[in-house]
Nanobody
Framework: QVQLVESGGGLVQPGGSLRLSCAAS????????MYWYRQAPGKEREMVAR?????????YYGDSVKGRFTISRDNAKNTVYLQMNSLKPEDTAMYFC????????WGQGTQVIVSS
């Protein structure tokens, strides 16, 4: 079955960096665009970044993270990454990996807290 397992979240000070990972299994990872979403308490889930199957088409980034976050993927490892730099308190959220397969598949999420 389709599985998406996120990792790499944690507590970081403002201005710091984190790298999230999402390990995928149960489907042909290299055939699908992959996405990162986030959801802060009391807010709707929002798309953070999107990457094409090979990563060669221009990636999408939400306005709030442009220039700070970078999405990448390693198809040999069935893993998608989100490098987050210059983190701000407003980046605090649960971060989810999403694959547009089986009607849409989500991971369990990894918590990111940006606080001094």
């Amino acid at each position: 079955q389709v599985q998406l397992v996120e990792s790499g979240g944690g507590l970081v000070q403002p201005g710091g960096s984190l790298r999230l990972s999402c390990a995928a299994s149960g489907f042909t990872f290299s055939n699908y665009y992959m996405y990162w979403y986030r959801q802060a308490p009391g807010k709707e889930r929002e798309m953070v970044a999107r990457i094409s199957t090979t990563g060669t088409i221009t990636n999408y980034y939400g306005d709030s993270v442009k220039g700070r976050f970078t999405i990448s993927r390693d198809n040999a490892k069935n893993t998608v990454y989100l490098q987050m730099n210059s983190l701000k308190p407003e980046d605090t959220a649960m971060y989810f990996c999403y694959a547009p397969i089986m009607g849409g598949s989500w991971g369990q999420g990894t918590q990111v807290i940006v606080s001094s």
